[in-house]
């Protein structure tokens, strides 16, 4: 390993300027003659559109044009998408209402879009919006998942029930044979809380059109930048796909929450050329929490079943998973397949039976977010093995041993066949690290202060490097998830790397230079990673599910194999040997057998120059290009172990110890690693502890700032003890897993199962606020240990 | 976000003239709080405008008040609904019961409000305060005009 190589605990490139301040994000970006949107927004989560007068607005000073759905239509411009076909049970498609960008008739969630002011200021819009008179009639609404199919409100035509589609995984004859001649069968209900994603950048966009050359620009907060211009070229129709340029520069976060093609971005191109000047739109926060799709959402009815000896033979689940008023972009994938085929957890489940129930409601739309659908997995799958440890009278942590697969690969029956994995190597590990044997001290030593002490389990899986592109095809995907690369080589031997993953906060420009690094033998900083413009990157699937080291580095190698593969014929031509004799190594060509060789930069240099190339056959210049395409999921896995201590006068709980011990496979940047964990934990750690999306029977958003919203900060969490255990995945050149996501998939379970161990008490919902907390133990107040 | 309020003042006038007053938009004008135009429309309809703030949250609301179930002199339903704009909207409505008592007139209230838009995003915790506050202030305003010194004058 070298000091900027795969492996080394390299500082990221990109944080000097993020730091310093000198990111550039979407709303830096300012263009001669902008003018500023501002959308009216419904207050009313159901409602009929009776007319819009604009009439008054129009006239307000600084308004350069107000636009309505009609206008829209007028111009032919198509509705949002959903990009993942599901189908029921009984075979029919999904039912997907309209979804317009601007409303057309009728407003479905409070904070859907009705109307846009285009002004010369942002104040001057906003006093325009003001002065718009829109007519409603008000609708009874829903808003309560698991009320959804029952209500006698009607959402959209196509669905008089609200059903989007009844979906259903697994074998039911199988599984319902194995809870027959179950031993004890455990039986749970879960919530899993909506959330609000919460970037620190709220989204943003800036639409220009250049009349001379009938070029369209957008600046947009995108995970996937060729992903909108495909949906905004080729489904909604704003501009012809080789016209459209999409830039998404520094983006501060988006976690799911900007993988999706909106409304707003929609509306800022498509305006950008009625008007004739550029059109910007920056989200403020109420906005965000309005309309940045939320996640999770679910209400689920969960069995276990074991036999005689504790092992588990069959687990069956039923959900209700909210999908809000409109099907957002992958929003069909997540309560489906990015959710049963991760039932089985890290466990040996014969028989898995998993029923979906997908449903809209009068609020914002509800897509992927950070584990898309499989934290909820996680969640279902450790709080039942945890509660049936508990009702077994087994220790969990042996419970889970037992259960584990441990021979490879393992083929589920939801789909996934596991690749590689030693589930209990982490288990052991984590066991160390979390100190687990003297825990009864601690709990003992907690109780001498009154105060209760829990433990609590989670041994997560997820799949990520999504998705090989021929399966998720034939599961109803409407693109294929491979990634492209292209290592460009300057005469100098510098590099550029231009690459269709997206980084906003991953750290790419660091961990993807030292890939090149280490490939190529030469220094970090001779190495540039370009992201995030359709102009310079030919095409990219973007960055979400933890792809981008498993797919996206893996494009990148096989670039660099190619790279070195010419690179060889050039120096074959200027050491005047033959190709076969020439080999790479330490970052110089040289003839094999002798002590000639060529430095990376000279070739690099000759490749251009081409002053020794010899006849017609190489072609001069140094620049490659591949796409990759995974032939399987990656499956990361680990144990995460969470220890509290509550007080129950207070109803405060605490966390005191937090050890991480996960398997990411080959380890690029441990530093980068580490803190991906840190951060996937705290937004765990937040959904179990403190965050939740309200809306009240009317359909308001009551949780619609940080008032009412309680992000996680530094003094909810522990330091966190992370270790590692690496069984490199077979299925990709470089061996990685993915990171991104494990500790917001790993955390909640995590954090219940300690709080309900702590508690003595065998359920609390999500958030485990103190109100919830000190509730909760009021019932099962154990008597305190004398002093 | 619905709320619901219930309770009663001590009027220090006769029933006949409280349910006058009930009745009688000067009054009321001058009782809403915030109120800016109370406009009789019909014998049961008014059209009005009223500053209202809820935490952060300050607009002007426009809209309609219509009496119902009127049974002179002993009480009527009021209720309102009105749009402040980008700030939202407020609905609801009030019974009130009209009782002689030693004194002057009992009136007892039962309130049932609903607001949404940026009001119950922002405002959500505060807004029974708010109500409480502003049923407050509409009686404390109407039982001075009723008092005999403020008649006087």
């Known amino acids: 390993m070298t000091a900027t190589g795969i492996g080394a605990p390299v500082r990221r490139k990109e944080d000097q300027r993020f730091v310093t301040g000198q990111g550039r994000y979407v709303d830096d970006f300012n263009r001669p003659g902008q003018t500023y949107a501002y959308f009216l927004r419904s207050p009313h989560a159901h409602a009929t559109i009776r007319s819009i007068n604009t009439g008054p607005a129009k006239i307000m000073p600084g308004v350069v044009a107000i636009f309505t759905g009609d206008d829209l239509a007028a111009d032919k411009i198509g509705g949002l998408i959903c990009g993942w076909m599901i189908h029921s049970k009984d075979g029919s498609p999904m039912k997907a209402g309209p979804h317009p960008a601007l409303a057309q008739g009728k407003v479905r969630y409070v904070g859907d879009h009705v109307a846009v002011v285009i002004a010369e200021t942002l104040a001057q819009a906003k006093d325009a919006a003001e002065a718009i008179v829109v007519d409603y009639e008000v609708l009874p609404a829903v808003a309560d998942t698991a009320q959804a199919t029952k209500s006698s409100v009607q959402i959209h035509d196509v669905s008089p029930d609200n059903t989007v589609f009844n979906w259903h995984l697994g074998n039911k004859d199988e599984t319902e044979a194995a809870f027959a001649r179950a031993k004890h069968v455990t039986k749970i209900d879960l919530v899993n809380n909506r959330l609000v994603p919460n970037a620190l950048e709220p989204r943003a966009a800036l639409g220009e059109y250049d009349p001379g050359n009938d070029n369209y620009t957008l600046y947009t907060t995108s995970q996937n930048p060729h992903v909108a211009r495909l949906v905004l070229s080729a489904f909604i129709g704003v501009a012809p796909e080789h016209k459209l340029r999409v830039i998404a520069p520094d983006v501060g976060g988006g976690f799911g929450s900007k993988i999706f093609i909106y409304a707003e971005e929609t509306v800022c191109v498509w305006a950008a050329k009625k008007v004739k000047r550029p059109v910007k739109w920056t989200s403020d926060r109420t906005e965000a929490f309005l309309s940045d799709a939320h996640g ?65 409601t009068n609020t914002a739309p509800v897509d992927a977010y950070r584990g898309a659908g499989r934290p909820e997995a996680t969640f279902v799958v450790e709080r039942l093995v945890e509660k049936t440890a508990r009702e077994l009278g087994q220790d969990p942590a042996e419970l889970r041993r037992k259960n584990y697969v441990t021979q490879f690969p393992h083929q589920t029956p939801v789909i996934m066949a596991y690749d590689t994995g030693d589930y209990a190597a982490s288990l052991d590990k984590a066991l160390e690290l979390a100190d687990y044997k003297t825990f009864p001290q601690r709990k003992q030593e907690s109780a001498r202060r009154g105060k209760l002490r829990g433990i609590g389990f989670s041994s997560y899986i997820e799949a990520c ?61 001779q190495v540039s990673i370009v992201h995030g413009d359709t102009d310079k990157v030919q095409f990219g699937m973007g960055t979400y599910g933890s792809r981008s080291g498993a797919v996206g580095m893996s494009a990148i190698a096989k670039a660099i194999d190619k790279v070195i593969a010419k690179g060889k014929k050039v120096a074959a031509h200027v050491l005047e040997a033959s190709e076969g004799d020439i080999e790479f190594k330490d970052g110089k060509f040289g003839v094999a057998g002798t002590d000639k060789t060529l430095g990376f930069g000279e070739v690099a240099l000759q490749a251009y120059i081409a002053h020794k190339f010899s006849g017609q056959d190489l072609e001069p210049g140094l620049k490659e290009g591949a796409f990759y395409d995974p032939t399987n999921f990656t499956f990361p896995a680990g144990v995460h172990i969470c220890e509290v201590e509550i007080d129950p006068d207070t109803g405060v709980t605490k966390i005191e110890r937090w050890t991480a011990v996960d ?45 009412d919203y309680c992000m996680p900060r530094a003094i909810d969490l522990p330091s966190f003890q992370v270790g590692m255990t690496v069984t490199p995945c077979p299925s990709n050149p470089l061996g990685i897993k993915g990171c991104g996501e494990a500790g917001a998939i790993a955390a909640p379970p995590a954090v219940i199962n300690a709080i309900t161990d702590a508690l003595g008490h065998e359920d609390i919902a999500m958030p485990a606020t103190p109100q919830a907390v000190w509730r909760a133990a009021q019932k099962t107040r154990m008597p305190m240990a004398a002093e | ?75 009527y339903t009021i209720s309102g609904e009105g749009q402040g704009g980008i700030a939202g909207w407020a609905k609801g409505g009030a019974t009130v019961r009209l009782e002689d008592i030693e004194g002057g007139t009992k009136l007892v209230y039962d309130v049932e409000a609903n607001v949404g838009g940026k009001i119950a995003q922002l405002g959500g915790r505060l807004i029974n305060g708010v109500a409480k506050k502003y049923a407050d202030e509409f009686f404390g305003n109407f039982a001075k005009i009723l008092s005999p010194e403020e008649s006087a004058a």
Request: proline letters at 5%; charged letters at 15%.
């Open chain 2, 1 to 75: 976000m619905a709320m619901t309020m219930q309770g009663e003042v001590t009027l220090p006038a006769d029933r006949a003239a409280v349910w006058a007053a009930l009745n009688d938009p000067d009054v009321l004008k001058a009782s809403i709080p915030g109120c800016q135009e109370l406009e009789k429309i019909s014998d049961t309809e008014f059209q009005a405008i009223a500053k209202v703030a809820v935490g952060p949250v300050k607009a002007t609301f426009k809209g309609g008040v219509t009496l119902s179930d009127l049974d002179p002199p002993n009480g």
């Open chain 1, 296 to 360: 999770r959402d679910h209400v689920t009815h969960a069995e276990m079943a074991t036999d005689e000896n504790g092992k588990i033979i069959g687990l069956r689940v039923h959900t209700i998973a909210n999908l809000g008023a409109y099907l957002s972009t992958f929003s069909s994938s997540v309560p489906t397949y990015l959710y049963a085929p991760l039932l089985s957890g890290q466990y040996d489940i014969p028989a898995i039976y998993c029923e979906v129930d997908a449903v809209y």
């Open chain 1, 465 to 525: 490097g999504i998705a090989p592109s021929q399966a998720v095809g034939s599961l109803g995907a409407g693109v294929g998830l491979w990634e492209s690369a292209e290592v460009r080589v300057n005469p100098t031997g510098s590099v550029e790397v231009l690459t269709g993953s997206h980084s906003h906060g991953q750290g790419h420009e660091t961990t993807f230079a030292q890939l090149v690094s280490d490939r190529l033998g030469i220094p970090i900083d």
């Open chain 1, 663 to 707: 398997d990411f496979g080959v380890i690029i940047n441990p530093m980068i690693v580490e803190g991906q964990v840190h951060g996937g934990i705290a937004q765990g750690v937040g959904q179990a502890l403190l965050e939740g999306a309200f809306y009240d029977q009317s359909g308001q958003l009551i949780t619609a700032s940080f008032n």
